[in-house]
Every structure is written in structure tokens, then in C-alpha cells.
């Protein structure tokens, strides 16, 4: 998002001449110093009975897998300032389900179950202990699932991440919701960029914080409030993602399709790929976003025009008429290290 870009004016925090945001710093700064790293930041996208509108006789999905996921989008991280200071559009892995048309080796479950072993693996080995979600009610179902059905691979293994629980000798996941955040310590003036009203309150809940805001419950609400301050990020899709997940299952599912049916099911995961990509990129901006104003004064906010810039030094004038002894010195120029945090 743009820095230097937004001005403070007493308590209240303005994106432009109309709207502007409250926020509760202490209160962000204790919930979001509850994610311990390193933390893997992710999206999924998947389908279930809900996308099935033809009845196809093979049916991917059942009681025991409910949803299925066929796109899974991530980024590492270290700590909060890796994310603060990387290019974060280059740290995102993907891992998504692949189909050949007339792949007579193509086997749906066989791929899905190597995929989530390698998800499991991977985190273990790196020993991930958090996972960090914009919304993770469904995303941590599916994946209390996959590490139970997998027991076998934290034999003689610790983790942080995957936490069994005695009573019932299942496996809980450490997982971290980003919108309890949004949703409670940040509050929006109800006002677009140009002064219009920017969405019926009837439909959002009020802000905890100020008069007449609100409470904005998703990344998606998030970037179209503060479009003016993310208008170089092309986070524009025309696709519903539910239209997208149905053409996924059928892609997925299908015996018999022709080649224009194929591709067209095929585009369709792409551009689902993509909505998770861009909302894994929106994840770790917010992040970027929330840590400028837990960890950095206002004058220091790489967000927050400054207006007091410290005037030059003079330089020292040579007194005159003094008479100097004639030494030789030397001058040596040294570079001071400096931190690369960027990402490959």
C-alpha cells in the first residue's frame, strides 16, 4: 500500500478527505503477539456438496471429507518484520490438484492424499508453529482432518503446530484468525472517496470504536475502503469464487468431457488460483499494515505523512587566519552492514 499517505488528525487516522479509521494499538499489539513463529500465512480454496448442481455420479467429496481442497497458497515467515520488509508478492508457494485432458494415470484422491503428507511434512520439518488465516473456521477444520488421518507422521516428532489433546488423543491445530483483529480493534468511517455512503450499515456491524463507524469483516472489504491507498495493486477479479469452485468439481470430477469443456473447467481453476493468491497477498499486507502501527510511532509509520522534516546541518566554516600544522592524514570510507531481508 502507499506510504507516507495517510494523515492523523487527533485520534483518527484519515485515508483521504472523507474517510478515515480508528484503531486500538495496545489492544492489536497483544492479540497479534500471539502468533509464534515461525508461522506459515495461507489461503485455500475448495469445493463440497454445496458446488454440486448436476448430480455427477462420481462425487469427490463425502461425509468424512466434506470440503476438499484442490488450491492451497502460502508464504513463510520468520517474524513480523520479515514481512514488514520483503517484496511479499515473491513469497507466495502454491500447491494445486492437476489434471491432463485423456490422462488415463489421472487419480484424484491418490494426488490429493500425496499433497496433504507433503503439507503435513513440510510443516513439521520447518517447525511451523502457527498457522495465520483471514477467516480460519473452515481452513481449520480441514486441516484438524488431514494431520488426524495422518498420525503416523509426527511418530517420534515435535510439534508446535499440531497439538494432540490427551482426552480425546486427537490432533488440535494452532491456528491464528487475522478478522478478530479487524473486526474488533479497527473502526471505518461509513464514507467512500468521495463522500458517499459506503455500504448500508444495516448490513455491517458497528464499529467498537467512535460515532457512526464500522466494523469491516473481510480482506475484500478492507482493500475496496482503502482502494485510493492500494490502486497500483491489481486485485480486480470479475469471476464469483463459488462459480469458480463449481467449475473446479466438475473439472475434477468429470469421466467424459470434450476438449472445449476441459479447458474451460481448467481456466476456471486458474483464475480460483489466482483469488487465492490474491488473497494470501492481501493477508500479508494487512500484516505489514497492522505492524507499522503497533510497533512504530506515528512520526515513524512508514504510512503516516510527516510533515516535520529535520532541517540540514550547517556545515562547519574553516576559521580564518589560523595557521595550521602541515600533517598528512588519511581518510578511509567504509561501508556499514546492512540486512538484506529480502526473500528469493
Not at 242 to 250: M, N, P, Q, R
Amino acid at each position: 500500500m502507499k506510504q507516507n499517505s495517510i494523515t492523523k488528525i487527533e485520534d483518527k487516522y484519515y485515508v483521504n478527505k472523507h474517510q478515515y479509521f480508528l484503531i486500538d494499538k495496545k489492544e492489536i499489539k497483544s492479540k497479534m503477539s500471539k502468533i509464534a513463529f515461525p508461522a506459515i500465512i495461507m489461503d485455500t480454496e475448495f469445493f463440497n456438496r454445496s458446488h454440486d448442481h448436476n448430480e455427477m455420479n462420481k462425487q469427490l467429496y463425502s461425509e468424512e471429507d466434506h470440503d476438499i481442497v484442490y488450491v492451497l497458497q502460502y508464504s513463510f515467515a520468520q517474524n513480523f518484520r520479515e514481512i514488514y520488509t520483503r517484496n511479499n508478492r515473491k513469497s507466495i508457494k502454491s500447491m494445486t490438484m492437476r489434471r491432463n485432458y485423456n490422462d488415463n494415470h489421472y487419480n484424484f484422491m491418490k494426488q490429493y492424499d500425496m499433497t496433504i503428507k507433503s503439507f503435513i511434512n513440510m510443516c513439521i520439518n520447518k517447525g511451523i508453529k502457527t498457522l495465520v488465516f483471514a477467516g480460519d473456521a473452515n481452513d481449520a477444520k480441514i486441516l484438524k482432518t488431514w494431520i488426524n488421518r495422518n498420525k503416523q507422521l509426527l511418530n517420534n516428532k515435535k510439534s508446535e503446530l499440531f497439538i494432540l489433546n490427551e482426552e480425546t488423543h486427537e490432533y488440535d491445530v494452532n491456528t491464528y484468525d487475522i478478522y478478530d483483529v479487524l473486526n474488533r480493534n479497527m473502526s471505518f468511517s461509513n464514507f467512500d472517496k468521495n463522500g458517499k455512503q459506503f455500504y448500508d450499515p444495516k448490513n455491517l456491524k458497528p464499529g467498537r470504536m467512535g460515532e457512526n463507524t464500522l466494523s469491516l469483516p473481510s480482506l475484500k472489504k478492507f482493500f475496496d475502503y482503502m482502494r485510493t491507498l492500494s490502486k497500483n495493486e491489481n486485485f480486480k477479479e470479475d469471476e464469483d469464487i463459488y462459480k469458480l469452485c463449481i467449475s473446479a468439481l466438475k473439472f475434477y470430477s468429470y469421466d467424459v468431457a470434450t476438449l472445449e469443456q476441459h479447458n474451460a473447467w481448467n481456466k476456471d481453476v486458474k483464475m480460483a488460483k489466482v483469488h487465492c493468491y490474491n488473497d494470501v497477498l492481501k493477508l500479508l499486507y494487512l500484516i505489514d499494515f497492522l505492524y507499522a502501527f503497533m510497533f512504530f510511532s506515528d512520526d515513524k509509520n512508514k504510512y503516516i505523512k510527516n510533515e516535520k522534516k529535520a532541517a540540514p546541518k550547517p556545515r562547519a566554516k574553516k576559521p580564518k587566519n589560523v595557521e595550521t600544522k602541515n600533517t598528512l592524514t588519511s581518510t578511509v570510507k567504509t561501508k556499514k552492514n546492512v540486512k538484506d531481508f529480502s526473500t528469493k
